[in-house]
Nanobody, 123 residues
Framework: QVQLVESGGGSVRTGGSLRVSCAASGIIFNDYDMAWFRHTPGELRELVALISSGGSTTYADSVKGRFTISRDNAKNTVYLQMDNLKPEDTAVYYC?????????????????WGQGTRVTVSA
């Protein structure tokens, strides 16, 4: 069964650092784009960072220069290093895995979500 398990969340003060991890199982990890999203109750889900199966990265403007996404294909794990944290970074951080393939019957899309890990940044 496919599983995405996040870990590494916690509580830090403004300016602190945290690294969250997402360990994947049940998928061919190398074939998937991996991303981190975050959500605060009452607000929109936000894409934080993405790393493609080929290693290309994309960041939200709000975290660019502070966060770094990386992947270790040998460990089937994606990481998000968060530096210089701010109170507005407080959220539940979710890991997403996605694979899109063009097949004879059309587009095949596989999308999986983890359960999330909470990050709290206090002023």
């Amino acid at each position: 069964q496919v599983q995405l398990v996040e870990s590494g969340g916690g509580s830090v003060r403004t300016g602190g650092s945290l690294r969250v991890s997402c360990a994947a199982s049940g998928i061919i990890f190398n074939d998937y784009d991996m991303a981190w999203f975050r959500h605060t109750p009452g607000e929109l889900r936000e894409l934080v960072a993405l790393i493609s199966s080929g290693g290309s990265t994309t960041y939200a403007d709000s975290v660019k220069g502070r966060f770094t996404i990386s992947r270790d294909n040998a460990k089937n794990t994606v990481y998000l290093q968060m530096d210089n944290l701010k109170p507005e970074d407080t959220a539940v951080y979710y890991c997403k895995a996605e694979r899109v393939r063009v097949v004879e019957t059309g587009v095949d899309r596989d999308l999986r979500w983890g359960q999330g890990t909470r990050v709290t940044v206090s002023a």
